[in-house]
């Protein structure tokens, strides 16, 4: 993929309600930093006015409605709708950084027909100040240790290998004719990247590519974060040594992090965050121990 040849992506952008917290901000940077050839909108049944801002920002988009249907679904009619050679997923919540597609492209290294399959960003989720916080810190740490971990374990173990974040750059022809399970609600982007990775193809980070992540209010994500755990034990993703090796480094991470920063918050935060872990490990034993 030569940065020199015009090149143009469709883009794929799941939506329900999404207005706030950053829609417009999410379609300023995306209309700024990415060549967009159409942005492919997959709605839930907004009421608020997510498609009106849509259309302000690209008003030639196309809209599929799903309205009962899920991550999996919604992820599965917009793969159907692409019709460039490389598409981007882009969270609604998510704010692009500069530069973001011209650091994507130098994975490349001008050579499109290389084994690389998608290109993931790095995010930088936004909830609470600690987890930025964390975050500069764990990055220092990796930098200066070459150590493999990108980011916080905000699901527990699911870190480079619990999918993909907000922000990826996918080839086409390896996903089209993929049938995403149904009845995976959450999970279905690790579905995709294990997919990709099946077919002998490369799933890269791209540290440079940045963005932005603004989740949820913490009282909703700390739900999150259990369910989604429950749900790792139920598909097999998660066991007792990948939690009981998480708290283990969660311990000398925190410390780590109070240290650089110095706020011993950033030890209870990642402590906190290996307890709600924890509890939705628990609750999968319980809940399908048959």
């Not at 679904?73 to 998510?94: P, Y």
């Amino acid at each position: 993929m030569s940065r020199k040849e015009p090149m143009k992506v469709d883009v794929c952008m799941l939506t329900l309600n999404s207005v706030k917290p950053v829609l417009r901000k999410c379609l300023e940077s995306l209309r700024r930093e990415v060549p967009v050839n159409r942005l492919i909108v997959v709605d839930g049944g907004s009421t608020d006015s997510t498609l009106k801002i849509c259309f302000e920002f690209f008003p030639e988009c196309k809209i599929i409605m799903d309205v009962n249907g899920n991550r999996a679904t919604a992820r599965q009619k917009a793969i159907d709708a692409v019709e460039t050679d490389w598409f981007i997923f882009i969270d609604s919540d998510v704010v692009l950084c500069n530069n973001w597609f011209n650091e994507i492209l130098k994975v490349f290294h001008g050579n499109i027909n290389s084994q690389i399959g998608a290109v993931q960003g790095l995010d930088i989720p936004v909830y609470r100040k600690e987890s930025l916080e964390f975050q500069d810190a764990i990055n220092l740490l990796r930098r200066k240790t070459r150590w493999k971990e990108t980011r916080p374990a905000i699901f527990g173990m699911f870190t480079r290998d619990r999918g993909f974040t907000g922000d990826t750059l996918i080839r086409t022809v390896i996903v089209k004719g993929m049938i995403i399970p149904t009845g995976l609600h959450v999970f279905e982007d690790r579905f995709i990247k294990r997919f990709i990775e099946s077919k002998g193809y490369k799933w890269i980070i791209c540290d440079g590519a940045r963005c932005k992540h603004y989740l949820q209010p913490y009282n909703k994500q700390k739900l999150d974060i259990i369910f989604c755990n429950e749900i790792a034990y139920h598909l097999g993703y998660l066991n007792f040594r990948n939690v009981f090796r998480a708290c283990l480094i969660a311990v000398p991470k925190g410390l780590f992090a109070s240290g650089v920063k110095g706020n011993i918050r950033l030890l209870l935060y990642i402590l906190y965050e290996q307890l709600l872990t924890l509890v939705g490990y628990l609750r999968g034993v319980i809940a399908y121990r048959d």
